[in-house]
């Protein structure tokens, strides 16, 4: 069943009329009485020409002219200078009249381009840009590094460590100590398929050196991130943790 239109519903004009001008009673009010929707009365009451009552903060409807496009629009707005946000938009930018600070010629707003990001805008092109006594600086900046090299570096740790170029390579010391494990962890048991998997130093290489087998076991991830939380903690407090 189709929706049937508002002025094909069987209402008295009259009583409609008498309610919303002699009683002043609202449309939402005169539409509960009447069981329909309170546009339909709006449409009712305006198809008898009778004024329609707005309430609203800000006074009654006015008619303006946009002041970009010269269309006349209506508003409640007493300070309303623009009849859409386009229209508000093309004059705010116009009337910026920002230049290009590298060659002095207007910039021009990008279609999908923000105000905001427009009025942030300093030139008109990449290349312009470029041009730039700051951007050189820049290039510049990034050409040296950011913080320089070897010991400038505020991550300095005083170098590469010994167990990537001793005499027994890591590379080849990992592989032959995890196939000598069966590539599963020596202290849960779990497997590679399981877990991912660490070859770990019994004894530190920076204190002992040593990259032989004997001095190297393959432990899964969390095991080796709780040994060498004891070894710290057993180098702070002197105890082992519980």
Known sequence: MGVIPHNKLPLDERAIKCLYINERRSAAEISRLFGCDPSTIINRLRSMGVPIRYRHSFGKMLMKRCIWCGRQFSTYRKDQRWCSHQCRSKDKTAR???????????????????????KRR??????CRKRTDDYQKYLDKISAGWFGNGEDHPFWRGGRSHAFSSDLPWSMQRIKALERDGFRCMNCGYSVLERRMCVHHIIPFEESKDNRLDNLITLCVP???SIHAQERRKKEYGTEAG
């Open 223 to 225: 095991c080796h991130v």
């Open 122 to 127: 300093k030139f008109c092109s990449y290349e």
């Open 96 to 118: 910026l009249n920002n230049v290009c600070e590298a060659c002095g010629r207007d910039l021009m707003r990008k279609p999908d381009e923000q105000f905001t990001a427009f």
